[in-house]
């Protein structure tokens, strides 16, 4: 009998054809004066279009949404033109691809902003990170600038006008990127979220933008076609909550539920690392609270996806890193193949070096 793992299923509007997505991966290829995706990222998604879905890597939802060098953007037509040659590539597969709609917010360096301005964020707090410039390498992000309350309502607009690029770019739907230490995230917890305006301060307070956000997208393509990422519980870039499950109970159930929205995703446990939880916190606490499709990440393998699946914890399995070197990663996990091992060195920048050319199990025993 097919495990469930195997089986279609909908995220909303979204019929896809197995529980195995590919997780959004940043891979810093696109053309750095354009925000282009590279011509090689339409191989790399169609490689891997045996999963039900693929979600992009994050991209850029305006030129000061950006934080890396060679991300992609969303929000030009010479960006929807090269996203259309990769939807088109995947679907001609079977497969279902959304877009990762990205603000970085404060994880960011000037140089890599119109006018070399500061970053934006919810407050004038720097992160202890570095990201990476095209010239210079790896740099200390930047400390950013709060938003004035008057700016807001733009950034809002953006993220709307992003999701109607990605339907001009034929996407099956978008996911707000709301995880990891982000924009919506440097406002919703409060590790430094200290406004004093109707954006900060309290829990409501701390979710508005992430509400409108939601309203703005949602207003802008349908809601079944909108899926969200959260991190509740992780300290990514350098930002934690204090109680994060108030907050992230009160984003998810004011905010999410009841609206239709095509899936909820979370990051269980630290991004890319631990899943343990601290006492008192609970993914199935958080989940309940949604009324649509659950996707599940972080750490997952072959034997800990079929029983969440199976259990019904999760209608669908996001796989990053094991997604990097294994293009044919729902085959594999169907036989009970070996997986290889990525490459670290190649995951962020480069050409198809460690991007395209890893091969499939079928390759691998033909050569
Ligand atoms: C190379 C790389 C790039 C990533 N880029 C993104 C990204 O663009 N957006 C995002 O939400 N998470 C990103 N992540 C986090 C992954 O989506 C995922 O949450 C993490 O790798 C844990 O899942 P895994 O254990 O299946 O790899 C990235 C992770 C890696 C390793």
Redesign the pocket.
Known sequence: MTHPLFTPTRLGDIEIANRIAL?????NRADEATGVPSPLAVEYYAQRASGGLLIT??SQISPRAKGYAMTPGIYTPQQVEGWKAITSAVHEKGSKIVI?L?HVGRIAHSDLLPGGEPPLSSAGVRANMQTFLKDKGFVPTSTPRALRTDEIPGIVDDYARAAERAMEAGFDGVEI?A??GYLIDQFLKDGINRRDDAYGGSVENRARLLGEVVDAVTGAIPAGRVGI?LSPFSGANDLTDSDPMTTFAHAIGTHLAGRGMSYLHL?EGQ??GPRELAEGQSIAELRKLFDGAYMA????DRELAMKTVESGAADVI?????Y?ANPDLPERLAADAPLEEGDRAT??GGGAEGYTDYPTLAQSKAA
């Open positions: 997780a959004p991966l940043t891979r890597e994050a990762q990205w990127h995880a990891n990422r990051v991004t890319g990440n972080n750490g997952y996001a796989f990053g890193r094991p990097i995951y962020y």
